[in-house]
Every structure is written in C-alpha cells, then in structure tokens.
DNA sequence: ACCTGAACACCGTTCAAGT
DNA sequence: ACCTGAACACCGTTCAAGT
C-alpha cells in the first residue's frame, strides 16, 4: 500500500509565490487595496504573515509588483482578427474589462513600481503597427497613445463608477446623466484609430 | 501705541485647510506618497499631528481628497487661442506639466476617491469642443477621450522614468532606446486631435 | 527548507484635558 | 476655538527559534 501523506503537521500544500499572488488578487478585488495586509493575506492563506517572507523576501513591495505584472502583462495578438485594426481594436476592448475586473490594482500600476510590466504589452502593440505597414515611428506613438487611452479611460470609469459617485457628481453641478462608460470607450477607440493613417 | 501681537503662547499663524493641503503636496512632492504621514505632516506645519484633525474632521482621507482637487481641478480656456484646437492643445500641454509636476498625486488621481475633482475640467473641454461646432454627444465623447489620453500618458511617463527604469526596460528585452516623452505626447495628441472633424 | 512567536518601530485615530 | 498627551488597535518587517 502507498504511503498516504501524513494527516499530521504539514500536510496542507506548500506556499508558492503563484498561490500568494492569487490570494492576494482576491483580496484586492474583493476588499480594495487598502485592505490588503500581510497579516490578512497570511490569514486567507492558513498561515502565519511571516511566512510569506520566505517566498517574496522584498517583502510587500514584490507582492505588489507581482499584482501589476499579472494584471497588466497583456500582449497583443493578431491571430484570428482580419486586419490590424480589427486586431488593435479587439486588444483594447480586452484589456480594458482587465483592467476594470482587477479595478484596485489601477492605482499600482500608476505608480513607478514595475517599470517593465508594461513592456510586452507595448512591445505587441508595435509588432502589430508595423506588421500594418506602419512606418516604425509613427508605430511606436500609436502604441503608447492607445496603451495611454486604455488605462486612462479605466481609470475615469473607475473613479466615476464608484459607489455614491453620480450623486457627488450631480452635486458638483456636472450636468451629464448616466454615462454609458463602453459606448464612450468604443467611440473614443474608433476616433483614436482612425488617426491612424 | 498699537497692542503688538504677543509672543507668547501661540502667536504663530494658525492651521487652515489651505496651509495644510500646501505642506502635504511638499511633502508628496519632495518625498513621495508614502511618507505622507498625519505625523509627519504635523512637523512641517509645526505643530502635534492631531491638530490637523481639528480642520480636516475626516482625517487623512479628507486630506487625500483635497490634494487631488488641488492638483486635479484645472479648467481649459479658450481665451487667447486661435481656435479650438489651439485651445485643446494648450490645455493638454499644460495640465500634463500640472501632473508630471505633482506625480506622487496621480496614483490618487486613479482611484474612486474625490469623483467630483475632475466635473469642472471636463465640462470646460465639453464647452470648448461645443462652441467649436462638434455636436453634443461627439463633444462628451472628445472631452472623456483626450482627458484619458492626458492622464493615461502622465502615468506611463511617470512609470518610465523612474529611477532605473530604463535599465529594468533594457533588462525586459525593451528594445527602445531612451524615450523622448514630451515629443511622443505631443505626436499622440495631434494623431487624436486630428481624429475630431 | 519552511514556518512560527515575540518583538520593534512605526501608523491613523479617539478622547479627555489643557489654554 | 484651537491645540496637546496619552492611549488603542493596527501596520510592515527582523530575527531567533522551532520542525
């Protein structure tokens, strides 16, 4: 007969640094950023905070790169799209529902933190420009501004979505209704790519 | 002989909101967000932290929110431009040197604190594009796009030049060179401007 | 190798008290 | 009215110790 595990002490599966980042995301997706600690992720993960610190030994600081590198490492992919634009187009829309699922990692990835969590993405985003015949300056414009429209207009959505937020703006005599905020995004997109020779 | 004021006890100026918000954006400005501390704040002014409480009931998140309004709240005017499009173009230069000078706010700026701070702004695009004859629902969207495009790009700039950010990038099979931002801004914001008819 | 317990130097905030 | 001092419940992190 096989050995079973042993029930006692250690049989729980050990930590990883793929385990903590995901216990991590939960927390800050479901209770926002602020409420993430190491002691409550310790909690969520069975184990003393401590603990984790041998898996990510800068500390809070690593997790929090960890958490900007899941969400944001995104590149693009024309596979399956009919021309670039099309592909562009379909990239951004995708992005854009990462980014507001994972809405309290935003503000991470503002921060100076990470500084090359970004640099697939954007480095997709010229492959694609290029491959539409884009000339290789122009290719590298077009790809920030749209990263830069993507992850600007999230951060609108988020902060004017947030719970209380269309009283407060009604108060500050902003005359707008209801925003359809993906009507918007999309209509932004089309005027954006359509400067796009 | 005029009574002088005394020397005594507390003859310095006392704490306002405005004295306040100032030393905090010093702080953030010279030292970054995370050492904003009600401690620490309460040195600079001079005085024990808890009397910062006294003018700011709601305590840190109230001087969170007043930061962004400070640093957010900057409307466009058409006053002095040739035409429209000059004026969107000078507004978007001067509100991404208002970011870039105080980017310890933006991570602020991106999260659902303070939703009214950025209504005036807006409106003020919105206004713009619709004296310049863009109908209604073109000029929400034009207003909502060149604001994400603004900030959106503030926030890339900030994460890339970071203190080793171009090593990192380097590291990450980045194979940019060092980036010209304000030119890559200013070609993006054409590219989008051009997209309004 | 992996985790725990106790400890340290900080936080934001409350509350009674001083002037 | 405006500020202080002491206290409370938290933080992130170090470090020696356990298994």
């Known amino acids: 007969m096989v050995r079973q595990p042993a029930i006692n002490a250690q049989n729980r599966t050990p930590l990883s640094i793929e385990r903590i980042i995901e216990a991590a995301l939960q927390i800050v997706d479901g209770q926002g950023l602020g409420r993430l600690t190491m002691r409550r992720l310790g909690d969520a993960l069975e184990v003393e905070a401590m603990a984790i610190y041998h898996h990510l030994p800068r500390g809070k600081e690593q997790l929090l790169d960890g958490l900007v590198t899941h969400v944001a490492a995104a590149p693009a992919d024309a596979h399956g799209y009919a021309g670039w634009r099309d592909a562009l187009r379909g990239w951004a829309r995708a992005y854009r529902d990462r980014l507001l699922a994972h809405a309290g990692v935003l503000p991470l990835l503002v921060t100076r933190r990470n500084p090359a969590a970004l640099a697939t993405t954007t480095a997709s985003l010229r492959e694609i420009l290029r491959q539409g015949g884009v000339p290789e300056a122009g290719a590298a414009v077009a790809a920030h ?10 951060a609108l959505e988020v902060r ?17 209704g209801p925003v359809d905020w993906e009507a918007r995004f999309l209509a932004g997109l089309d005027l954006m790519l359509s400067g796009l020779t």
């Open 160 to 176: 004017g979505t947030g719970p209380g937020a269309a009283g407060a703006a009604a108060a500050a005599g902003e005359p707008e």
């Open 145 to 154: 501004s749209l990263l830069s429209y993507v992850i600007g207009h999230a």
